[in-house]
């Protein structure tokens, strides 16, 4: 069983609309989650740290933990095609060490 | 502000060449470094990862391997490199303990032939 699920898309939303990112994972200790935003050719870039069950909001991204599912998401409102980039979820891994497992990434593309 | 660096940004090397790839950190002391690899079209995957000096944890037996030989400088290494070591590599940061974001330097390109 992979550590961290994602779809890998490619999720295709016009622009405007809200494109709805998700993510499983195993390991029912971990305690942090976080969401990068990795253009192509490129680095990931933080969007979003959540560390409790409920929402999070920061501008026009929404992330979303529930630990009793292991499921954590990422909701962009009013999408962008600049938001055209893949998406990776990541996990700490309890253990008593900062060691954060990513999952595959799903692709999103917003088509003007 | 903290700041990552690594070099060289791209290189190509033939099968059986030695590498070094090279990150430091600045602004922070005591930071977790880690060394990931992204193969084309794939996720990040886990190489090395260090909470201190001389400090070196393996997460994937291979023919790489890492040093960190002073606080904020973390070294990807190997003597032989294979076909199947091409990909992106990224070094990262966080701080130290644990539930901390990490950060990403800007990535290297490796091309093995």
């Known amino acids: 069983q992979k550590e961290v699920e994602q779809n890998s898309g490619p999720l295709s939303v016009p622009e405007g609309a809200i494109a709805s990112l998700n993510c499983t994972y195993s390991?029912?200790?971990?305690?942090?989650f976080f969401w990068y935003r990795q253009y192509s050719g490129k680095s990931p870039e933080l969007i979003m740290s959540?560390?409790?069950?409920g929402d999070k909001e920061d501008g026009r991204f929404t992330a979303q933990l529930n630990k009793a599912s292991q499921y954590v998401s990422l909701l962009i409102r009013d999408s962008q095609p600049s938001d055209s980039a893949t998406y990776l979820c990541?996990?700490?891994?309890?253990?008593?060490?900062?060691?954060?497992?990513f999952g595959a990434g799903t692709r999103l593309a917003v088509h003007p | 502000s903290q700041t990552i660096h690594q070099w060289p940004a791209t290189l190509v090397q033939p099968v059986g060449s030695p590498l070094s790839l090279e990150c430091t950190v600045e602004?922070?002391?005591?930071?977790?470094l880690y060394w990931y690899r992204q193969a084309a079209g794939r996720g990040l995957q886990l190489l090395f990862y260090s909470v201190g000096i001389g400090q070196i944890s393996s997460e994937v037996p291979q023919n790489l391997s890492a040093s960190r030989p002073q606080d904020r400088q973390f070294i990807l290494s190997s003597k032989k490199l294979l076909l199947s070591d091409s990909g992106f590599y990224l070094c990262?940061?966080?701080?130290?303990?644990?539930?901390?974001?990490?950060?990403f330097g800007e990535g290297s390109w490796l091309t093995v032939v």
């Open positions: 990541a996990v700490t891994l309890s253990g008593g060490y900062n060691k954060l497992i």
């Open positions: 990262a940061w966080s701080a130290g303990g644990t539930g901390n974001t990490i950060y």
């Open positions: 390991d029912r200790g971990s305690q942090s």
């Open positions: 959540i560390y409790s069950n």
């Open positions: 602004g922070t002391s005591n930071p977790n």
